[in-house]
């Protein structure tokens, strides 16, 4: 079965300074892992994927994330964080044909003046 | 925008009574998925439709049920109504059903059980 582990549920940082929003994951298969924003009372939009291809994956808005097989984990990075990126970002794994598609509980990224 | 669309925005009703909500996805896509998303339980998935044929099953209620017609749009009926079942309610799309498809969310439908 597969699940996903966001470590911090609310990250705050100052506008310009770098962003790492945390996911580790697991899975029996070879996973498929997303990274979605929520904006507030907005629905959810895909930021980047990973899909077995290279290692580090480029997003939207500046976002990065690496996936590390030896770690489990798929960590959001932005070099400097805007203040329109406050939202809430989730983790997802998905794998089996897509059935499942199993979100984190998500982090809520605040950015400060 | 997603091209996902979402019908209706806000519903709000009472304790024991039954909704539909509608989902239209996006051009070309096949797939249909719902969610839940509650404050104590986070994004939860409920169901899935492919091609008109229900394809998974997650956390769904027997109370909830869904459906997918001829021309892809969806529906998710929920009946015997109770206060826990207020949550914002997303549908997606995904052209196939692959784990790779990306799946594009709609704005979601605000469900208030008073």
């Known amino acids: 079965a597969q699940s996903v582990t966001q470590l911090d549920s609310h990250v705050s940082v100052s506008e310009g300074t770098p962003v790492l929003l945390r996911c580790n994951y697991s899975s029996s298969y070879s996973p498929s892992l997303f990274w979605y924003v929520q904006h507030p009372n907005k629905g959810l939009q895909l930021l980047l994927k990973?899909?077995?291809?290279?290692?580090l994956v480029k997003g939207i808005n500046g976002f990065e994330a690496e996936f590390k097989k030896s770690e489990t984990s798929f960590h959001l990075t932005k070099p400097s964080a805007h203040m329109s990126d406050a939202a809430e970002y989730f983790c997802v794994v998905s794998d089996l044909g897509g059935q499942n598609f199993v979100f984190g509980p998500g982090t809520r990224l605040s950015v400060l003046p | 925008d997603s091209g996902v669309t979402q019908t209706p925005k806000h519903l709000i009703t009472a304790t024991g009574q039954r909704v539909t909500l509608r989902c239209s996805p996006r051009?070309?896509?096949?797939?249909v998925y719902w969610y839940q998303q509650s404050l104590d339980q986070g994004l939860q998935f409920l169901i899935q439709?492919?091609?008109?044929?229900?394809?998974a099953k997650g956390n769904i209620l027997e109370r909830f049920s869904a459906q997918q017609f001829p021309d892809l749009h969806s529906e998710l009926n929920l009946s015997s109504l109770e206060l826990g079942d207020s949550a914002l309610y997303f549908c997606?799309?995904?052209?196939?059903?692959?784990?790779?498809?990306?799946?594009?969310f709609g704005p979601g439908t605000r469900l208030t059980v008073l």
């Open positions: 990973y899909t077995s291809a290279a290692t």
């Open positions: 997606a799309s995904s052209h196939r059903q692959g784990s790779t498809d990306t799946q594009y």
């Open positions: 439709y492919y091609n008109g044929e229900e394809r």
């Open positions: 051009s070309g896509d096949l797939s």
